[in-house]
């Protein structure tokens, strides 16, 4: 089976920079993925992490360790509108299932 | 191009009564997979078409789920009899098969808002 477990909450001030972390423990793993999704509204693919190290994506970057069982989302210059949940999720297999970790809801204040 | 669509946008049922859920991918997307978040929690896996073939299924709560996709193209998602605790946002999101190296979007649906009563 694969569990991914992420804080469950994180408050941050606008403009300033935030960490979203993940532990997982999956078989099959191939790589880890990012998704956001406001209230209401389907997610939304951010970032894709198949090799260890940090990708890179305009005020988002995500990083991979597969050593450690650990990834993280940084956000960075946030935004009012950055208010939303976010989710790491776990890619295995050879037809690329994908397991959503536990979602952090992420409140961005003035 | 147009996105995954999902028809109903919402449903509301009473208990015993019976529902199914319409989900069309992205043209030309082989994997499909189905969602659902509970109470504003985690994104719990449903199944997993790949092409009309279920890939895994092994997140389907019990038979009174029925997933479908004829043709590998829609996939439908019937509850029967629904009970109180299948409330929820059921989501679809597609996706192609791509090397595992490469980054692998699902392109989800806006999701049917499911109540029963």
């Known amino acids: 089976g694969q569990s991914l477990e992420q804080p469950s909450e994180v408050t941050a001030v606008e403009g300033a920079i935030v960490q979203i972390n993940c532990t997982y423990q999956?078989?099959?793993?191939?790589?880890l993925s990012w998704y956001q999704q406001h209230d209401g509204g389907a997610p939304t693919f951010l970032s894709y992490?198949?090799?260890?190290g940090l990708e890179e994506t305009g005020r988002f970057s995500s990083f991979l360790s597969r050593s450690d069982s650990y990834g993280y989302l940084l956000l960075q210059e946030l935004q009012m509108k950055d208010s939303a949940s976010y989710f790491c999720?776990?890619?295995?297999?050879?037809?690329?299932?994908?397991?959503f970790g536990t979602g952090t809801k992420l409140q961005v204040i003035p | 191009e147009a996105g995954v669509t999902q028809f109903p946008s919402h449903s509301v049922i009473e208990k015993g009564q019976t529902v199914t859920l319409r989900c069309d991918p992205i043209s030309g997307h082989d994997n499909l997979y189905w969602y659902r978040r509970v109470m504003g929690k985690e994104i719990k896996f449903l199944l997993h078409?790949?092409?009309?073939?279920?890939?895994?299924e092994s997140g389907m709560p019990n038979n009174r789920f029925l997933a479908e996709r004829t043709g590998g193209t829609y996939s439908t998602l019937k509850v029967q009899p629904a009970e109180l605790e299948d409330s929820g946002v059921y989501f679809c999101?597609?996706?192609?098969?791509?090397?595992?190296?490469?980054?692998?979007?699902?392109?989800f649906g806006p999701g049917t808002r499911l109540t029963v009563l």
């Open positions: 992490n198949g090799l260890d």
């Open positions: 999101a597609s996706s192609q098969i791509k090397d595992v190296t490469e980054a692998t979007e699902q392109f």
């Open positions: 078409f790949v092409k009309e073939s279920k890939q895994d």
């Open positions: 999720a776990g890619v295995s297999g050879g037809y690329q299932k994908v397991t």
């Open positions: 999956t078989s099959g793993f191939y790589g």
